[in-house]
């Protein structure tokens, strides 16, 4: 059974690594300084889908959903499905000694995609393939 008469107090001050007098402060509440709790910020993915145009391999008249201005889209050529089967079929065929370098400088092979001209965002992608 516990005595208090034997040295030890029965009531007192908690621990502390300073002594009795307790120099060190309290340790903040749980999530930081202040009792600040973090905040996480979730933002949604949107996909832009721009309905009513037709986009080929021309540029297009249409409204950007960014921007909101009336432009007709700037297109851009790049490397696509039908390019590398007409460059493997050319390549199977013998043709090695760079006629199968042709449809990377044929812009009629590529596929094409259209960006604003005034926010350069992009708007749809042409496949030919």
């Known amino acids: 059974m516990y005595q208090p ?6 009531t007192g001050p908690a621990y502390s690594p ?3 007098g307790g120099a060190y402060p309290p340790p903040p509440p749980y999530g930081g300084v202040g009792g600040a709790q973090p905040t996480v910020v979730v933002s949604p993915v949107t ?11 021309t540029p297009a008249s249409c409204t ?3 921007c909101h201005q009336n432009i007709v889209t700037r297109i851009e050529y790049n490397s696509g ?5 007409i460059f493997g079929i050319l390549l199977l065929i013998g043709c090695w000694l760079g006629c199968c370098l042709i449809p990377f400088c044929v812009d009629g092979c590529k596929d094409v995609d ?8 992009h708007l749809a992608k042409y496949k030919r393939l």
């Open 81 to 85: 499905l039908l390019t590398w089967l």
């Open 47 to 57: 996909t832009t889908v721009v309905v009513g145009t037709s986009f080929a391999d």
């Open 64 to 66: 950007c959903p960014v």
């Open 114 to 121: 259209h960006f604003c001209p005034s926010c350069n965002h």
């Open 18 to 20: 300073a002594g009795v």
């Open 5 to 10: 008469d034997k040295g030890y107090p029965a």
